[in-house]
């Protein structure tokens, strides 16, 4: 019943910027934190940032830090990440996931639902 599609993924060079955004729909959206996970090939599901159930609190992985936004729009039902200053190890599939609860986790098993993930490509 709860759906997660991401988007805005694409091919950017170095030093370049995107924004993706997760649109949510099937439960209600303000009740729950959100994040985003990214996987390269051969790697293992990496935490990159979450916000809480309210959009007040928010962490970050140290390598994205003063780099990537994340930020919710519960008018929208719309999580999104903004990405400055792209590095080519930033190439990966992107995830969004709902929590289980309203507090942000970097934890992949505190987050129940996927998108389908988008693939993001930093060219050097």
């Known amino acids: 019943q709860v759906q997660l599609v991401e988007s805005g993924g694409g091919l950017v060079q170095a030093g370049g910027s995107l924004r993706l955004s997760c649109a949510a729909s099937g439960r209600t959206f303000s009740s729950y934190a959100m994040g985003w996970f990214r996987q390269a090939p051969g790697k293992e599901r990496e935490f990159v940032a979450a916000v809480s159930w309210s959009g007040l609190s928010t962490i970050y992985a140290d390598s994205v830090k003063g780099l990537f936004t994340i930020s919710r729009d519960d008018a929208k039902n719309t999580l999104y990440l903004q990405m400055?200053?792209?590095?080519?190890?930033?190439?990966?599939?992107?995830?969004?996931?709902?929590?289980?609860?309203?507090?942000?986790?970097?934890?992949?098993?505190?987050?129940?639902?996927?998108g389908q993930g988008t693939q993001v490509t930093v060219s050097s």
């Open 84 to 114: 400055n200053s792209l590095k080519p190890e930033d190439t990966a599939v992107y995830q969004c996931g709902s929590a289980t609860s309203g507090w942000e986790s970097r934890r992949d098993r505190d987050y129940n639902y996927w």
